[in-house]
């Protein structure tokens, strides 16, 4: 028989490859725009599907070119590079080549996107980084898919990596259209696998050993069940319980950072980092605002990130600030003035902050000004921290800032939080509330204030629970005025109500959470004390809202021209403040250990916070300078019979640090939140380890049910036995040429080489059992000895990588052996 490959052979071979890689393209792109139940807008599709397409192309283009899969995924790894800068970062290219910048920008798009996929559900806006590593991952299973369709001809194998994309999507994603994109992804899947098990039928035989098993047969069965399959899906599919259901896993539960939905809007990305414009005329752009400076921008709410400094961060240092040391205050960064049910967020109205800043504070109750330098070194969101209440910038850094007057937060504007320094040192002074006499507060109450007003900070959802409010209402039973309600709260929380600081408890603070925290749990930090307080004080009529920031971190003398304070994660922090007529915001501090300097008047409590000093003690609590002639036993607190604090509060402090410590001994030589990386890198290589090492039990088990299925068979025995043989002279390098018939690939190998076994033999015996009207069961036990000697043979002269390779092989598992 002719060694050329017949001809209507090869134009047949072609057009099924042709038809097998629109197939594996049709599955990329359905997989792509499923995505869209991940994300708020369609912006991201044309550059993730534009990625994966290249992907596929250059690895066609590759293997034609019979490059080896190393290079061939080098090529295109190259290749997505330059079209990844060309259409996401074309600012920072050098013609169309990446650049330094181009990588430090990715780097950062990157992390982002891991924050989000930590702390947000679905739908998020379409972030830069969020774009480039859903192009990645599409990308990475286009070229694997056709590494193994083309390749290794595994068809089930080939619509793996694009199917794990899916199953994410289908996990983390929205209902919206899961019914359509589960039909066509299904029908997509579908028509892959029969197109290329046609055309692996076609390049392994061009012969058929029985009739019925041709290719047009498989063709005629496999689109048939394939429509009645896809039809089936999409009519019953809207019917089906869950079919527009949330996601069924919300990634924010998994706690490496919290995250807290933002009333009316899509859920912010956690910070630090970086905020993002919605929508984005381009997801990969950093400029977008500068088209659209009046646009809704979705700001990071700080909140969500308390827990990941207060434990993953504890150590890092964010930010210094260079003031004089009896200066010290709560750093804040903004505050929360609105309540869903889910979480808290804000409404945002910012203007550029220049000139004077508007202040909240009655002029009667203004303090000292303050002037405040600080130098940003892990802190990289948009919010930045300054004493309360921001009365103008003397430095901005170089950087271009706005302030919004209602929550007192100074942030980054929309240019310089998508492409400016995340590093950079600005100053401000601020005019910090100074209220001596507390019967300034005792004295009024809510009807001198505005009708809307009041409303607004006093709303809690339609489905909030009535055993919340009736708590509340038990706390501050019997109370005088408004400012006894705030105490009376605020001490339930430090010293009557049996709550502790603990930082391993879940982080969330939702209706369901809150009922949890408050009669079940009863422990919690800094997010879930300030949180809860703010709806029960809500619930009792007081004006509230939940600010963030930190406390004012460790002294340094050696920082700076004259010092400076220190602040890293464990410093975080969250407390809630209550408006009062004639004075405005007052914070109170339900959380146990934690105390606000100048505040001891007010709410009866020094000023501490969460520090270890060298010797691993918490620091003493140290009553402010101005009120060292303040009486410990709760006199100047401005409520008669108020328990001095001190000893619960040094109490709660020491748990709080040896917890914290605990927490710290944890960390790995990178810092913290390192172990729960490795942790997590540990369990996927131990995954990948088990699954890799079934490998060869799978594959035993599978010849031994074949063979006990083929029992009564014995031309099927043969053609098993022939194709154990085939694969193992594979192995030795005498891989079977497509146009071959047995008789061929046994001359061919006895040329070649002799040394491998009873090839001929077991080769007619094959040729017999495909074409012989019958076959013995003693050709069938000739076949497995004879079988079993080439086998052996073979793998004598294999190298030892070759044979692990071969064993730990899985695609044996999803094909059928060459004939």
């Not at 499923?34 to 534009?50: E, K, N």
């Not at 105490?487 to 809150?514: A, E, K, M, P, T």
């Not at 040329?751 to 080769?763: H, K, N, Q, Y």
Request: net charge negative; glycine share 10%; with cysteine.
């Amino acid at each position: 028989m002719s060694s050329a490959r017949p001809t209507s052979g090869g134009a047949r071979g072609a057009l099924y490859d042709w038809l097998s890689e629109a197939a594996l393209v049709s599955v990329t792109v359905v997989v792509g725009a499923g995505m869209s139940r991940l994300f708020t807008d369609g912006s991201f599709l044309s550059d993730v599907l534009a990625l994966a397409v290249v992907a596929h192309v250059i690895a066609a283009a590759a293997r034609r070119a019979r490059l080896p899969v190393l290079a061939a995924g080098l090529v295109c790894g190259a290749s997505l590079a330059v079209t990844a800068t060309v259409l996401l970062y074309p600012d920072t290219a050098w013609l169309v080549l990446p650049t330094a910048d181009t990588a430090l920008l990715a780097r950062d798009h990157l992390v982002d996107a891991w924050s989000v996929v930590n702390a947000s559900s679905a739908p998020v806006v379409p972030a830069p980084g969020l774009v480039l590593g859903a192009a990645a991952a599409l990308s990475a299973s286009a070229f694997l898919a056709d590494t193994a369709a083309f390749r290794m001809r595994a068809a089930v194998t080939a619509v793996v990596p694009a199917s794990a994309v899916y199953g994410f999507t289908v996990a983390a994603g929205t209902g919206d259209g899961a019914v359509r994109h589960g039909a066509l992804f299904s029908g997509a899947v579908g028509a892959t696998m029969v197109a290329l098990w046609l055309r692996n039928r076609r390049v392994d035989t061009w012969i058929e050993p029985r009739p019925g098993r041709g290719t047009a047969t498989m063709a005629r069965a496999g689109s048939a069940a394939l429509m009645l399959a896809v039809v089936s899906g999409a009519v019953a599919g809207p019917w089906l319980p869950g079919a527009s259901a949330e996601p069924w896993v919300d990634l924010a539960e998994f706690e490496v950072t919290d995250a807290a939905p933002w009333v009316d809007r899509p859920s912010p990305q956690p910070e630090p980092w970086a905020d993002f414009e919605l929508p984005s005329t381009a997801a990969g752009s950093t400029s977008g605002s500068d088209g659209n400076p009046d646009g809704p921008r979705v700001l990071v709410s700080p909140l969500v990130q308390v827990r990941s400094r207060l434990v993953e961060l504890s150590d890092y240092e964010l930010f210094t600030v260079e003031v004089l040391q009896d200066e010290r205050q709560y750093w804040r960064l903004t505050s929360l003035d609105e309540f869903d049910g889910n979480g808290w967020g804000a409404r945002s109205d910012y203007a550029d902050a220049t000139g004077p800043l508007a202040g909240t504070i009655d002029p009667a109750t203004a303090g000292a000004a303050i002037v405040q330098t600080v130098s940003l070194s892990g802190l990289g969101n948009s919010y930045l921290p300054v004493a309360f209440e921001p009365r103008r910038v003397i430095d901005n850094g170089g950087v271009a800032l706005e302030y919004e007057t209602a929550s007192g937060s100074l942030i980054k504007a929309r240019s310089a939080a998508l492409s400016g320094p995340s590093r950079f040192t600005y100053s401000a002074e601020s005019v910090v509330p100074a209220i001596a006499d507390p019967d300034r507060l005792r004295n009024v109450d809510t009807s001198a204030l505005d009708a809307d007003f009041l409303a607004f900070n006093t709303q809690l959802p339609d489905d909030a629970r009535q055993v919340v409010l009736d708590e509340a209402q038990r706390v501050t039973a019997g109370s005088r005025s408004d400012y006894h309600r705030a105490l009376l709260l605020q001490d339930y929380f430090r010293l009557d109500g049996g709550f502790r600081y603990d930082l391993q408890v879940h982080s969330d603070h939702g209706i369901d959470s809150l009922e949890e925290f408050l009669f079940d749990v009863r422990a919690g930090y800094c997010q879930q004390f300030a949180t809860a307080y703010a709806a029960m004080a809500r619930s009792v009529g007081l004006p509230t809202r939940v600010a963030v920031g930190f406390t004012w971190g460790e002294w340094d003398s050696t920082r700076g021209e004259q010092g400076a304070y220190v602040v890293r994660g464990e410093h975080a922090h969250a407390w809630p403040e209550v408006y009062f007529a004639g004075t405005g915001w007052v914070r109170f501090e339900p959380t146990p250990g934690r105390g606000a300097p100048g505040d001891f008047a007010i709410t009866g409590h020094v000023a501490n916070q969460a520090g270890l000093q060298p010797s691993g003690e918490l620091s003493a609590p140290q009553p402010d300078a101005a009120l060292s002639g303040v009486s410990g036993d709760g006199a100047g607190s401005g409520f008669a019979g108020l328990r001095n604090p001190l000893d619960q509060d040094a109490a709660s402090g020491s748990d709080a640090a040896e917890r914290s410590a605990g927490a710290g001994d944890s960390a790995g030589p990178f810092g913290q939140g390192v172990p729960r990386l490795v942790a997590v890198g540990v369990l996927v290589l131990v995954a990948a380890a088990l699954m890799l090492g079934s490998v060869p039990v799978l594959r035993h088990l599978d010849r031994r049910r074949v063979r006990a299925r083929l029992s009564n068979d014995p031309a099927g025995l043969i053609e098993e036995w022939w194709g154990d043989a085939v694969e193992a002279l594979a192995l030795a390098g005498l891989a079977p040429r497509t146009f071959e018939t047995p008789l061929e690939l046994a001359r061919r190998v006895a040329e070649d080489r002799g040394e491998v076994g009873p090839v001929s033999e077991l080769a007619t015996l094959a040729t017999h059992g495909r074409y012989a009207l019958n076959t013995s069961a003693s050709m069938a036990v000739r076949a497995g000895v004879l079988g079993s000697r080439v086998v052996a043979a073979c793998r004598r002269q294999a190298s030892v990588s070759s044979r692990l390779v071969a064993a730990f092989d899985p695609s044996p598992l999803f094909r059928a052996k060459s004939l």
